[in-house]
C-alpha cells in the first residue's frame, strides 16, 4: 500500500527559499500522479501544484505560479516542491497525496487524491 511521507519543512524568511520532499513507500513511476496541498491555519485545504505520472505535466495555483516549482526522482521515489520568493502567506502545512493523473488542463480536484502524508509546517516570516 503507497504511503508517503513529508518532510523540508521548516522557519525561513520573506523572500527565502525551502524545498518540500515526498517520498513514497513504493515505487511511483508511471503509476501515480502526486500534488501537494496547503492548509493555513483556520483556513481550508488547497491546492498548490500536481505533478503527472511521467513528469511532463505539471499545474500550479495562481497563487504560486512563478515562485514555485515540482519535479520527481522516480529513481527515489520522491517528489519535490521547491519554493522560492517566499512570503507570509505561504505560511500553512504541506500535505502530499496521489492520484492517477495531474490535472493540467484544469483546476486540481482534492478529491482526485488519495494517501495523504501527515504533513510538513512551513512558516514564512515578514
Known amino acids: 500500500q503507497l504511503q508517503l511521507v513529508e518532510s523540508g519543512g521548516g522557519l525561513v524568511q520573506s523572500g527565502g527559499s525551502l524545498r518540500l520532499s515526498c517520498t513514497a513507500s513504493?515505487?511511483?513511476?508511471?503509476?501515480?500522479?502526486i500534488g501537494w496541498f496547503r492548509q493555513a491555519p483556520g483556513q481550508e485545504r488547497e491546492a498548490v501544484s500536481c505533478?503527472?505520472?511521467?513528469?511532463?505535466?505539471?499545474n500550479f495555483a495562481n497563487s504560486v505560479k512563478g515562485r514555485f516549482s515540482i519535479f520527481r526522482d522516480d529513481v527515489k521515489n520522491i517528489v519535490y516542491l521547491q519554493m522560492d520568493n517566499l512570503k507570509p502567506e505561504d505560511t500553512a502545512i504541506y500535505s502530499c497525496?496521489?492520484?492517477?493523473?495531474?490535472?493540467?488542463?484544469?483546476?486540481?480536484?482534492?478529491?482526485?487524491?488519495?494517501?495523504w502524508g501527515q504533513g510538513t509546517q512551513v512558516t514564512v516570516s515578514s
Open positions: 505533478i503527472s505520472r511521467s513528469g511532463g505535466g505539471t
Open positions: 513504493t515505487n511511483i513511476r508511471d503509476y501515480y500522479a
Open positions: 497525496a496521489a492520484a492517477g493523473a495531474c490535472s493540467t488542463w484544469r483546476a486540481i480536484r482534492e478529491s482526485d487524491y488519495h494517501s
